[in-house]
């Protein structure tokens, strides 16, 4: 059985027409409209119809329906058992799970009402006791492992050998060798780790807070921000802690006390819960680590990954940090130097607070780019045609939007998909772009329908990209700065990755590959976004609609690396302290998960946390990624050098792309990574253009 985590970004797709003979709890819970969420083959979700009820009452539905698969496979004689009839199944009842599995999961990060997510975090829950209970099913486990002493099963080869070993291996990895008694101890363990991880995601999604600034404090922000964040009633300024709005204010207020207290607003999101639910799921999971026979949870979920130990990801962190060492003081000193100036005095210490400041007025200065400036050439509409516009020509692909969906929100957008080679439909997305109230508070794509063979037809991938970019406000556009263009780039390369499948199982769809590659095939397309011939297809002023000039981009791409070595040095220390909490590398007796933040931030990077401030409260990815954040500059590593064949052969070159979308994209987790990036490159990676890419 193959274990399924519990992230923000869980799988999903569709459920098959058949329907299961309704159980008292799907009585219970039903509806006399049709739920949105019992919906047919290669059809979209209804979302705007979706009531309270419906995705408990879909849950339900779901479930049963994977209890009949379990009951038919188990039903084999071993002697008589196949591929088709074993494993087959098993792949369509993840389907069947994922159908309302996904759907719900998207649901608890951005409807509007409180009643629904709440209910999709029930939902979720009751799915992840069902795949609980099924990882340590005996019965289950048997049939396996008696179709894999078939002669059909020694004789496997290829995606089909590659399907049944890691089911096996997954089974193993998932403490099936236990006595009973463990068995079901582990999964009370499983289960509770499932609701902490759901409460203390909920906790950083809902979370919301805000300041209130004078019009003295707001001296130095443009006066289009001025003019958004005022609250006439009130008479004041009114600045909440979503990004676009905290990012203006940090980036341009004279303020330093001000920004100081938004940030302080800002590290401390979800601090009062999250600061006691963190040091519960570590313990949970390494209670679970230890029942399996592991010294550290790092040390179990690495075994899984390309990196194979912990002690390989703790020689990758330290090298990267070194690497950076160099680079990052010499940014120091200059950031130093702009404080200085700035203040008349002898600067010899960064606070956060300052950091984005004095980022901006070196932009400024040294370099001649303004954000403000910048920004009038990346509206959001021009971004988006700009996206369809180059995934087009590279990697073969057109998009149709569609007229009046049925969304979760009036401001989600929705498009098709099309191969423009062959006209072919790929599948649907959809595009949740700005901030609102209790929704998701970063970037992310989100799998709701995963593609999926069935005989001679196949199952279209549904993806939703999810970001929070600033409203129009007034006359004045959704206006992107650089980075979140760059943002938009990489979101939009997983959601490629997900749609343009070819892979026949579920488990191996779109995204479904190693957690430490997933990430390769976004960073890839961050590129497209700082190259000269790219731009200019699509960076406009929003009002002339002339073409960003030259000396602009000069003076952009002079300014690119500027940060670039204290960026990634960010990076190497979440990638630590992910491994240091699930590497069992700190004492719980004598220091709290804060103090192993504030302890590492002080150890890598250059400037200084804010005091009695708790950033880790609010760092997602711990539970999603676990002991996995390292991955991001993993697999960036092989990105980077994939991107320096398009370097070679063109930026815009279709063969290349579409070389990249059918050896890479297509896939999914079919192959090994390791082995398509080696099939597009024609060699061993390296890292030279990763090094490169930061300037070094």
Known sequence: ??????????????????????????????????????????????????????????????????????????????????????????????????????????????????????????????????????????????????????????????????????????????????????????????????????????????????????????????????????????????????????????????????????????????????????????????????????????????????????????????????VLKEKSSLELAELLEFKSKDEGTVASEIEYWELNYLENVRAEEKYQVDEEEVKQYFELKTVLSGLFQITQQVFGLTYKPIENPSVWHPEVLMYKMYDSDSGSFIGYFYLDLHPRANKYSHAAMFTMVKGKRFGDVYQLPIASLVTNFPKPSGDIPSLLSHDEAETFFHEFGHLIHGLVTTADYYVYSGTGVDRDFVEAPSQIMENWVWNKKTLRLFAKHYETGETIPDDLLDRMLAAKNKSSAGNYAFQVFLGTLDLTLHDGKWDPNNETVVDVAHRLHKDILSWNETPKTARIASFGHLAGYAAGYYGYAWSSVLAQDMFSVFEEEGVLNPETGRRFREIVLAPGGSKDPMDLVREFLGREPNNDAFMKSLGL
């Open 1 to 322: 059985m193959r274990k399924f985590v519990l992230t923000v970004m869980s799988l999903s797709l569709i459920i098959t027409s058949c329907i299961p003979p309704e159980s008292d709890a799907v009585l219970s819970r039903s509806v006399s409209r049709q739920n949105p969420l019992l919906y047919g083959f290669n059809e979209a979700v209804n979302f705007a119809d979706l009531q309270e009820g419906d995705i408990l009452a879909a849950t339900d539905v779901a479930l049963a329906e994977a209890a009949t698969i379990l009951e038919d496979i188990l039903a084999v004689p071993n002697e008589s058992r196949t591929f088709e009839n074993t494993i087959l199944p098993l792949d369509n009842l993840y389907n069947v799970t994922g159908k309302v599995d996904n759907p719900a999961g998207l649901m608890s990060e951005v409807h509007e009402s409180a009643v629904i997510r709440d209910e999709a975090n029930s939902s979720m829950i009751l799915f992840s006791k069902f795949m609980n209970d099924l990882s340590v099913n005996e019965e289950l486990y048997n049939a396996i492992v008696a179709y894999s002493e078939t002669d059909e099963g020694k004789n496997l080869s290829g995606v089909k050998k590659r399907y049944l070993d890691d089911e096996i291996r997954s089974f193993e990895r998932q403490g099936i060798a236990l006595p009973k008694e463990k068995r079901e101890e582990l999964t009370k363990v499983k289960n509770n780790l499932t609701q902490l991880l759901i409460e203390f995601g909920k906790n950083i999604s809902e979370y919301s807070d805000t300041l209130i600034v004078t019009e003295d404090q707001m001296e130095g922000t443009p006066d289009w921000y001025k003019e958004s964040m005022y609250d006439s009633t009130a008479g004041v300024y009114k600045i909440d802690i979503s990004f676009p709005s905290r990012r203006i204010f940090m980036n341009y207020s004279e303020s330093e006390e001000t920004r100081r207290a938004l940030s302080e607003k800002f590290l401390n999101r979800a601090a009062d819960e999250n600061v006691e639910l963190i040091p519960k799921f570590l313990a949970e999971r390494q209670k679970m680590a230890e029942m399996l026979g592991y010294g550290s949870y790092a040390a179990y979920v690495l075994e899984d990954r390309m990196p194979k130990t912990p002690e390989t990801v703790w020689a990758f962190e330290e090298e990267l940090k070194n």
